[in-house]
């Protein structure tokens, strides 16, 4: 059991290129998440999926694109990338059904020059 | 929406003592608090939760409290040990699945 598992780990981007970042879960969840972590600003959602064929926009939403591909599979994409988008961004995910555990993915370190 | 705040934002203590972790939040629909450990470079990892329902809960060397009339729990680490040293963030869910993050306390054991 894998738990959340998220690729790539690490990726460098100059401005105005586009990339995909994929996250994927085996614990059968309804809910998926996507957050950005900077330095002193915790964890802000950026979308999230609460069931299959649905998301919503976070607290963060601009820049960004998502897909929920199937049950496991949630992807975020940066289709022009910022310096200012430079974060660490989480993948997690949830039961769903209400106020639930969320188990959260090993991250991916994006740098945009 | 819900806003969640920490104090103290660092908080340095002794190994072998007892370290405590506020968080306040807003909106009085919450019913869900759980505490996430994030390590150097690791992701957050949930350590303890507690529903609105329950006043406290304790696991080993770690507990949570909330005070509903308040709107704030705290997060109590006894016997602190160096592998203690961390950040930790609170959230507060309210059922819709989402939750709402606090923005940390960096905790740092001294040995």
Known sequence: NAGV?????????KTGQSMTLQCAQDMNHNSMYW???????????IYYSASEGTTDKGEVPNGYNVSRLNKREFSLRLESAAPSQTSVYFCASSTGGGSDTQYFGPGTRLTVL | GENVEQHPSTLSVQEG???????????????????????????????????????EKKDQRIAVTLNKTAKHFSLHITETQPEDSAVYFCAAGDGNNRLAFGKGNQVVVIP
């Open chain 2, 17 to 55: 003592d007892s370290a405590v972790i506020k968080c306040t939040y807003s909106d009085s629909a919450s019913n869900y608090f759980p505490w996430y450990k994030q390590e150097l470079g690791k992701r957050p990892q949930l350590i303890i939760d507690i529903r609105s329902n329950v006043g």
């Open chain 1, 35 to 45: 957050y950005r972590q900077d330095p002193g600003m915790g964890l802000r959602l």
């Open chain 1, 5 to 13: 598992t998220q690729t790539p780990k690490f990726q460098v981007l």
